[in-house]
């Protein structure tokens, strides 16, 4: 398969890549490259010819860029809360507007496999309760508007000759080469070998649905494949499990005190924004036969070999943390070329 993934420079996007050339499918990339090129072009060193890199922004759609593409994973975007409110303009064009053109461009050009990386966090602020992919959502935040209308604009779109698919997936966790240490379990790694304490925001009480990143990856790969008859126009919700925060500081420090290392656990109080909900991923394993296979604390192990764990540098890079990263390139941006935007 020839398969199209927007945003393959990033957290996800690589290990999809990584996954999808494993098994000797051809690869296109659109990205911005807002993090860097250089962990994608490591992967095509390792499989010269197979991957085709685009460095475009999604705004700027060029239909050329689906030429000889069986199938699309869009994973691009603005991809958290505080990105998108740093920007909320930029990030309605680039999630929600961008993702409907996308769909457009695929329905006009015949590609009918499209999965979208949609997220989770559609289901916070509804309360205590277990949600569905038929839970009525109210999306509350600038990233979760946008992902919503993006999942409602291709949903429309959908019919004989374009079969989108909704993954709403799980908060993530686990080892990419282009690392993220804004997600709260790699957050919990890089603050217990950095800074040897974990703070418990009003004491860690809050549920997450949480999956790694390569059974993301292996979920993309499985819907890119299903019958498009049990997949098209669907939502699924994509997870490992749900954990409540206290929970995963408590995994996290349990298993650098296998490595020799205390990790102190402190009670903090809670931020203004909390964000606190459950989920079920029965649907994408009655539909699709998909099972998780990584736990967290087998991701934790995983980390701590594969990251460079004496260099305190490398994790606290800016570049592996969105927002920092991203008001660093804006700021830079603007004292050369003022009111000038990266976004
Ligand atoms: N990581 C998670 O926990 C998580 C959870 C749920 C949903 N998601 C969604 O999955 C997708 C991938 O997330 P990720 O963790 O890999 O994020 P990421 O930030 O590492 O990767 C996003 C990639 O998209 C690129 N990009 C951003 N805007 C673009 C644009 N306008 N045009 C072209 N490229 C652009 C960036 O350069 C980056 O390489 C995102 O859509 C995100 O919203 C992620």
Redesign the pocket.
């Known amino acids: 398969m020839h398969v199209l993934v ?9 290990e999809l890549c990584r996954q999808l050339l494993e098994r000797g499918d051809r690869v296109r990339v ?6 860097g090129a250089g962990p994608l072009e490591a992967l095509d060193r390792e499989y010269p010819g197979k991957i085709d890199a685009i460095t ?4 700027g759609w060029d239909d050329a860029w689906l030429d000889g593409i069986d199938g699309v994973s ?7 809360d505080p ?1 998108a409110e740093y920007n909320p303009d ?1 990030n309605w ?3 929600a507007i ?1 993702t409907e053109r996308l769909g457009e461009a695929c329905k006009r050009r015949g590609v009918r496999r499209f999965v979208f ?5 559609l289901y916070d602020g509804l309360g205590p309760g277990m949600f569905d992919e038929q839970t009525p959502v109210e999306p509350r935040g600038a ?1 979760s508007i946008s ?1 919503r209308y993006g999942e409602e604009a291709l949903l429309r779109l959908a019919g004989a000759d374009f079969a989108p698919t909704i993954l ?6 686990g080892y ?1 080469p ?1 690392m ?1 240490f804004d ?1 709260v379990v790699n957050t919990f790694v890089r603050d217990a070998i950095t800074r040897h304490k974990l703070f418990l925001h009003g004491g860690g009480w809050q549920w997450r649905p949480l ?1 790694d ?1 390569s059974d ?1 990856a292996r979920a993309h790969i499985i819907v890119l494949d299903a019958p498009l008859d049990k997949v098209g126009g669907e939502i699924f919700n994509l997870m490992q499990e749900n954990y409540q925060v206290r929970q995963l500081a408590m995994l996290v420090a349990g298993s650098l005190l296998l490595l020799g290392r205390t990790i102190k656990l402190e009670d903090a109080p809670l931020p203004p924004i909390v964000r606190d909900y459950r989920m079920t991923n029965l649907k994408m394993t009655q539909r699709t036969g998909f099972t998780p296979a990584v736990t967290v604390l087998e991701s934790i192990d995983t980390m701590l070999k594969m990251l460079p764990i004496d260099d305190v540098a490398f994790l606290t890079n800016p570049r592996h943390n ?1 927002i920092a990263w991203m008001t660093m390139l804006e700021e830079t941006h603007a004292a050369q070329r003022p009111f000038a935007s990266i976004y």
């Open positions: 927007t945003g393959g420079g990033g957290y996800i996007g690589l659109v990205d911005r490259f807002f993090f475009g922004d999604l705004r869009h994973l691009a975007g603005l991809s958290n990105t930029a064009q680039m999630n961008a990386g949609s997220s989770a966090s990233y992902k709403r997936q799980g908060t993530v966790y990419s282009r993220r997600l999956v990143v993301v969105n």
